[in-house]
Each structure stands twice: as structure tokens, then as C-alpha cells.
């Protein structure tokens, strides 16, 4: 539901409960991913990608433990507007099997071609 704004708590259940959500848990860490998250406020885009041991479910639970996930323009977005967390909405993009983690390029690859079909680097939270 889009006037629900509880995307942060959802995705946080997600990561951190592990008895509701051990299904999730397994799926999300076995695989590699290039994924969005949307500022639901202000309609501004990260594009991101995940590979390495813990997939996909390792890189969101990064942005679940920071709220930027290490990404210096959310970083700037929460100085401004410290509760926006709340508002980020993640979204998968495109699933990579975990066979291509040794091949980081060409998940960055397929991470620049979406941060090109998006316009994030422009108009969004990527800033490369």
C-alpha cells in the first residue's frame, strides 16, 4: 500500500527475524542482486547491487544497521531529514546467481545499466 510508509520496518523484519522470516532469510542470502531504493517522499533513486557471502540479504541488512547503507548522498539526505529512512523503499531489480560472484565487473556492469535506464546518477542518490 503506497500511503503506508512502514517500508524501513518491513525490510528491517525481514533481516532481523528470523523465526517469521527464515524462507526470506534463505532466498535473499543465496543470491546476488542489483536493487532500488526509492525515497517514497521525494521520488529519488539508489540503485545498488549486493554479491559476496551473504547476497543480498547481507547488503540490506547493512542499510538496516546505518539507514544509508554506507551511501554518501543518502548520508547527506539524512543530515537534512534524519527520520527520511522511513520512507526508503526497496525494491529487486534483477537476480544474479551467486555463480558470478567472482566476477564483480559484470554485476557492476548490470548495476551501471540500470543507473543509466533509471537516470539515478542524475536525478537520484547515486553519484557514479
Known amino acids: 500500500d503506497i500511503e503506508d510508509n512502514r517500508y524501513y520496518e518491513r525490510v528491517k523484519a525481514v533481516v532481523e527475524n528470523r523465526l517469521d522470516y527464515s524462507l526470506w532469510q534463505s532466498a535473499l542470502s543465496s543470491v546476488n542482486a542489483v536493487y532500488l531504493i526509492v525515497d517514497t517522499e521525494t521520488g529519488q533513486q539508489y540503485v545498488g547491487s549486493a554479491y559476496g557471502e551473504n547476497g543480498l540479504l547481507g547488503r ?3 542499510y538496516i544497521s546505518t539507514l544509508h547503507g554506507g551511501n554518501k548522498l543518502m548520508k547527506e539526505v539524512l543530515c537534512s531529514r534524519p527520520d527520511r529512512y522511513q ?3 526497496f525494491s529487486i531489480l534483477q537476480v544474479l ?3 558470478i560472484v567472482n566476477d564483480s565487473a559484470e554485476i557492476i556492469q548490470t548495476e551501471s545499466l540500470w543507473k543509466k535506464k533509471l537516470l539515478s546518477v542524475r536525478f537520484g542518490m547515486n553519484d557514479n
Open 60 to 62: 540490506w541488512s547493512c
Open 87 to 89: 520512507y526508503f523503499q
Open 97 to 99: 546467481p551467486k555463480t
